[in-house]
């Protein structure tokens, strides 16, 4: 288990992390969600005992996580958001590096490589220079290279970042499986339905605090709305932003608006509303509200701004 | 022609944040210019101060005067004592002033012998020894020895031969021949006969230093008898290549530690630090690894280097091999310790890499990697002691050249393992106060 007590991190002047409390359980799917600048990374650079906290602690299964405890960092896999690897190296060289680092025997270390390569699908490239891979083969390496020593905990930071939409794919199914397989992983993220997707458990950090923490429904359940309201965008809703506004609070979208309901409002209402002003009902939808609807009523901002 | 313009402004506004292109661009070449227009142009071409070792053995009048010219004159600082084995002050003798020009203390030794001049000699006889360890220097050394004796010489010759008659004929007898020889002169060439006396009123008293260009004459060489003695190199294979090799090799070893070292900021930039650190190992593990690694690396391209002499240009790397490995690691430790030092301080890869340069094409010109340091300023040569180049070209040249055991190289040696002591020093407080990882 992993227990983040009272942590607080300082930057000169710049507040990363303020007293911030987490329980991670063993094989949980946990997201850390937030948006850039928020702390994740600097949380996970605390995480491996690559920074000290200014206050708190950190202890993994009892033992404390700082940068003078390097028997902590074996239970640890980390990956991180940069493709952390040596272009000019093969797949298979740069394993052998960084497995080294953990003691593993030559042969078990080369057995351990193979079956990694072949669980990210890069066996047949092993011999291949880095620089020659693609974003999403280079992200999958980037895994591969963490799970040598086969650690209980694997801490992603961002790791799908400028990854085309088949190899994402390819990464969480990933990530799933090692989950079932019984690895504790911490994944960091801006992208709301990554978090969505993956993680049985989801904290939202901002500005270095951590503002919501639970089950995606447990969160989902904190907004005074069950419904979110797209409306399409056409010639008969252009014109009806104020109409739309005396509903609820308006996103502008690119091809829709979407609303966030009022308390008080009844949906009844808002389609007679609608009907009266000559919006049909095909240009309205009801969704269930994303976490990108959370942090916009937590912080009054989108995860992306 | 207005996107013209905008690309010149945008191109320029990159450069003046590019500092590295910035020092590139101007600082470095400024400072090689000064340097070059200090050694090759400028105020004075002629160097100065140059060591000689000294001794002057005979009691003439004539020799005397030659050592208060060589004295006085600014090419030169003579030397006539050393501090023996028993840390006394003495004055040389012939043997120990050998010695010390073997040594590598001083690159040549003037020796008036005894028997320099007689009342009964037509000319001045010398004894010069020195060591080519560096050719331009030799040359330009006897050049000038030459030069300002043989300045001396008209003079010198004037006032022998007046010394000579006076003693031979007496003084009145004397200035009777003078005048005798005065008229016939003005006869046959009409030259006025005061004007002729004037030529012969030579004296050792008098300044002998006037004319010393007008002077120069075929006729007089002959007056002079330098005997030369190489003392060290001999029996070099391939003086050029062994005297130069060490500098060069110098130079891109730091050109490759450099690079080695700074590579630090690249793994940093790349997350492998993070991802190193996030595995059972120390921030001083890395440092130590990195450290090693370009120790190691600097030995292994020193040792190409010279293998590569000795195949190519036939230079002896195996009969002193023992002080050569020991130069050879103690260059590369330097080395070394420099590069981690730019890493220490430096906050990007490009900035250490444009100090780098500076740093090492400034040091190469002054230490002695491209051209001997006696033609340097006096400030410069003072500057150039502090500079692993000027060590470690010294020790390789100390182990090459002179052939010198494990106890004459060990100052080099010395010097060289005190500067990365200290710069090392300096790079682990800087590592520990910063935040490079």
């Known amino acids: 288990m992993i227990e983040i007590k009272n942590i607080t991190k300082k930057f000169h002047s710049v507040t990363a992390l303020d007293n911030v409390s987490l329980e991670i359980k063993d094989q949980e799917f946990f997201g850390l969600l937030g948006p850039n600048g928020a702390g994740k990374s600097t949380l996970m650079n605390l995480l491996i005992g690559y920074l000290n906290a200014d206050e708190g602690e950190i202890n993994i299964d009892n033992e404390r996580v700082k940068k003078d405890n390097l028997s902590v960092r074996t239970k640890i896999g980390m990956v991180p958001q940069t493709i952390a690897l040596y272009d000019d190296l093969s797949a298979f060289e740069n394993l052998e590096i960084f497995g080294s680092f953990y003691g593993i025997k030559k042969n078990l270390l080369r057995a351990v490589i193979a079956e990694n390569l072949n669980k990210v699908q890069l066996f047949d490239r092993r011999k291949d220079k880095v620089k020659n891979f693609s974003g999403g083969m280079k992200r999958r390496l980037n895994i591969a290279a963490s799970l040598l020593h086969d650690p209980q905990i694997l801490l992603c930071d961002e790791p799908t970042v400028g990854v085309d939409p088949q190899s994402r794919n390819a990464i969480f199914d990933y990530l799933i499986q090692l989950n079932e397989e019984g690895k504790t992983i911490v994944y960091t993220t801006h992208y709301m339905e990554e978090a969505e997707r993956l993680c049985s458990r989801i904290a939202i950090i901002d500005f270095g605090k951590i503002i919501a923490e639970g089950t995606l429904e447990k969160l989902i359940e904190k907004l005074p709305y069950e419904q979110t309201i797209l409306i399409n965008k056409n010639h008969s809703t252009e014109d009806k932003i104020e109409l739309f506004k005396s509903f609820g609070s308006l996103l502008n979208e690119q091809e829709k608006y979407e609303l966030k309901p009022f308390d008080h409002l009844k949906l009844s209402d808002f389609f007679k509303s609608m009907e009266e002003n000559g919006i049909s009902y095909q240009s309205i939808d009801l969704h269930k509200p994303t976490l990108e609807a959370l942090f916009l009523q937590l912080t009054g901002r989108r995860l992306r701004d | ?437």
């Open chain 2, 1 to 437: 022609m207005k996107a013209i313009l905008s690309l010149i402004k945008k191109d320029y506004r990159i450069f003046f944040h590019d500092r590295p292109a910035m020092s590139m661009t101007f600082i470095v070449p400024a400072v090689l210019i000064f340097l070059f227009g200090s050694i090759f142009g400028g105020s004075s071409s002629t160097p100065t101060g140059i060591n000689i070792a000294f001794i002057n053995n005979s009691k003439s009048k004539i020799a005397n005067k030659l050592e208060s010219v060589l004295d006085t004159t600014q090419a030169f600082k003579l030397i006539k004592e050393y501090t023996n084995d028993e840390g006394k002050v003495v004055k040389f003798d012939t043997n120990s002033v050998k010695d010390y020009v073997r040594k590598g203390n001083a690159s040549a030794a003037l020796v008036i012998p005894e028997d320099a001049f007689t009342d009964t000699s037509t000319g001045l006889r010398l004894k010069f020894y020195y060591d080519p360890k560096n050719e331009i220097e030799m040359q330009t050394i006897q050049g000038l020895m030459q030069q300002t004796i043989m300045s001396q010489m008209p003079n010198i010759f004037m006032a022998s031969m007046q010394h000579r008659e006076e003693t031979m004929l007496g003084k009145n007898k004397g200035m009777k021949f003078n005048r005798k020889i005065a008229s016939v002169v003005s006869e046959y060439y009409g030259i006025d006969t005061s004007k002729i006396l004037n030529w012969t009123k030579f004296s050792f008293s008098d300044s002998l230093v006037a004319d010393s260009a007008s002077n120069k004459n075929n006729f007089f060489k002959d007056l002079l008898d330098l005997e030369k003695v190489q003392l060290v190199g001999k029996n070099i294979n391939n003086p050029n290549a062994t005297r130069s090799v060490g500098g060069w090799a110098v130079m891109f070893l730091l050109f490759t530690i450099t690079a080695a070292s700074t590579s630090l900021f690249d793994e940093n930039k790349s997350g492998v630090v993070v991802r190193i650190l996030s595995a059972p190992v120390s921030r001083v593990q890395i440092l130590w690894g990195k450290y090693l690694y370009n120790i190691s690396l600097g030995c292994i391209q020193l040792s190409v280097l010279f293998l590569t002499g000795y195949i190519f240009f036939n230079i002896d790397i195996f009969s002193n091999l023992l002080n050569l490995i020991i130069i050879i690691i103690s260059s590369a430790a330097a080395c070394t310790a420099f590069g981690m030092l730019l890493a220490a301080f430096c906050k990007t890869s490009a900035q250490a890499n444009g100090l780098g340069t500076f740093l090492i094409l400034t040091m190469s010109a002054i230490g002695g990697a491209w051209f001997p340091t006696f033609i340097l300023p006096q400030f410069i040569q003072v500057l150039s002691k502090g500079t692993i180049v000027y060590w470690s070209v010294e020790g390789f040249l100390q182990v090459l050249w002179r052939n010198a055991n494990t106890v004459e190289i060990l100052p080099y040696a010395g010097v060289l393992l005190g500067i990365t002591a200290v710069v090392n020093l300096i790079s682990i407080l800087q590592f520990k106060k910063g935040n490079i990882f």
